[in-house]
């Protein structure tokens, strides 16, 4: 694993985003974390490039992992911006990306902005909307083990203790929990206006989701996918909100399925 810095300019200013590179060659993948940090991609980021023909670029969203986030980054939609302004930076063409949970939301956010340099966009278990009837669990004032119930399909596999933990490894997690709210908004992790620019999405979308998904729910899901026009659903059995750490394997082959299909530089690759 490499990484690099890379500094954007917007038009609300500069911006310092960290790139981990996982591989040197095949297909461009930008895989976008979600509210548990860095750490909940890098494996799976590894995994990819070991086993297909992947180029992966896993940003670290701006205030995680000891990053600094300037005030005027405070939403999904200027943070999409940022990215579509980091892949012009590295020059990248035919990217499938891949955003899992608020990952999924900057995910669906950047399938929006229309860029060319885009070919497919899988979202994994996103937030981002409202569906009636089907509310995003409220996270913020659980403790570890009650998100974990909630998280996977297996708990028993994923226990935490968090007396472990380093006091730098606790205030990383404290800002990126803080990092996460500013993010999430005013509307808890949705953006009422979404719908209407998801509904003029032209990229490939798929909307991958883990069936025992208990922040999201399936039929959560299964709206955001209607919300696409032409998106497509897939089910995930035996796996949660997190399948890329749960049943990376499972994950894996439906992600590179389907931006295998669609990529447009095939024989480059």
Known sequence: MAGSTHTLTLDQG???????LHGDQGHPFLLLHG?????????????????????????????FDGTTRPGWLSDVRTLA???????????????????????GWIAAELAALGSDRISSVTLVNAVGIHVPGHPIAETFGLTRAELSRLSFHDP????????KLSEEQRAIAAANRAALQVYSGPHAMADPTLPERLAK?????LVAWGASDQVVDA??????AKAVPGA??????????????????????????????????????
């Not at 990215?83 to 990952?103: C, K, Q, T």
């Not at 039929?219 to 955001?224: C, L, M």
């Open 14 to 20: 500069t911006l310092d985003v960290t790139v981990d």
């Open 35 to 63: 509210g548990g940090g860095p750490q909940t991609v890098t494996a799976f980021a590894g995994l990819l490039a070991e086993q297909r023909p992947a180029r992966v670029f896993a940003p670290v969203h701006p205030g």
């Open 81 to 103: 911006r940022a990215y579509a302004h980091l892949l012009d930076e590295l020059l990248l063409r035919d990217v499938s990306v891949v955003g899992n949970s608020i990952g």
């Open 156 to 163: 028993s596999k994923f226990r935490f203790d968090p007396s």
């Open 201 to 205: 999405v032209t990229r490939p979308t």
């Open 219 to 224: 039929d959560y899901g299964r709206a955001y």
């Open 232 to 269: 497509e659903f897939r089910l995930l059995h035996g796996t949660g909100h997190m399948p890329q750490t749960e049943t990376p394997e499972q994950l894996l082959a439906v992600i590179w399925d389907f931006a295998d299909s669609h990529a447009t530089d095939r024989p480059q690759r």
